[in-house]
């Protein structure tokens, strides 16, 4: 909390601004309401209003490797202890969760946004997925190319290489982008744009068949027309007393 205090000065007024409580690291140290609301409602007190909070509510960075992945019981109870303040929740850890349990976090929770970075990074690439993104592994837990899709041959020979030599496996292969990011530009047009389509097609299904967001678009529209800018302006207003949130205080 103090932390965000003190950065907030140096966030642009017209950003959307996200806020987490709690680290992604799967079952350990899972969020609590107690913390959320701490951090929101001192947050509410400096005139700084989230549009998101994100918690660590069973997901992990990377791949979902457990049976369990989401808690969305524990995910509405802190929303529901947040609904004072209008804010809704980001989903990190989102790749490889199943899609019954992603239309659960948008169906019961306040979840409005989901971070599905790894999958879409791996779909690029032309791995071979399942239905929910989570890239698929051989009986020697290499993941499998599908060829002629997604980057070259060449080319995923060479991040392979690159990745055993600096021991990235599974949910670690998504640091392969920063020292290949040149690579993978200048590909040739052509594969950078069948690339572009296999994530253009999931995230197509995924928006429509797992988070309801068919037709949608009308709806985005109006509203952005109604504010007159894309910047809709704060969720909420201050309902705390400053004075009951001063550094000191929270310390």
């Not at 020697?140 to 055993?164: L, N, P, R």
Request: with cysteine; hydrophobic share 35%; charged share 25%.
């Amino acid at each position: 909390l103090l932390a965000s205090l003190e950065l907030n000065p140096y966030v642009p007024e017209w950003a959307g601004l996200e806020t987490e409580v709690g680290e992604i690291k799967g079952k350990e140290g899972l969020s609590t309401k107690d913390e959320a609301l701490f951090l929101i409602q001192g947050l509410n007190a400096h005139d700084i209003f989230p549009i998101w909070i994100a918690l660590n509510n069973g997901t992990t960075h990377g791949l979902e490797a457990s049976d369990k992945g989401i808690q969305v019981g524990l995910t509405a109870e802190i929303h529901e202890a947040l609904l004072r303040y209008n804010i809704s929740g980001a989903q990190h850890g989102t790749s490889g969760n199943n899609s019954d349990r992603l239309r659960d976090i948008a169906a019961k929770t306040k979840t409005t946004k989901a971070n599905v970075a790894t999958a879409l990074q791996m779909i690029s690439w032309g791995l071979k997925v399942n239905d929910y993104g989570n890239a698929i592994q051989d009986e020697d837990g290499c993941f499998i190319k599908v060829e002629g899709q997604g980057v070259t041959e060449d080319i995923w020979a060479e991040m392979t290489a690159y990745a055993e030599n600096n021991g990235l496996k599974g949910g670690n292969y998504k640091k392969l982008n920063r020292p290949f990011e040149n690579k993978l530009l200048g590909l040739p047009r052509e594969v950078r744009e069948r690339m572009a389509g296999r994530v253009e097609d999931f995230t197509y299904k995924m928006l429509v068949n797992v988070f309801n967001a068919q037709d949608s678009a009308d709806i985005a529209i109006g509203e952005i027309l109604a504010a007159g800018s894309y910047d809709p302006g704060p969720n909420t207003q201050r309902v705390e007393d400053p004075d009951e949130w001063t550094p000191e205080k929270i310390a």
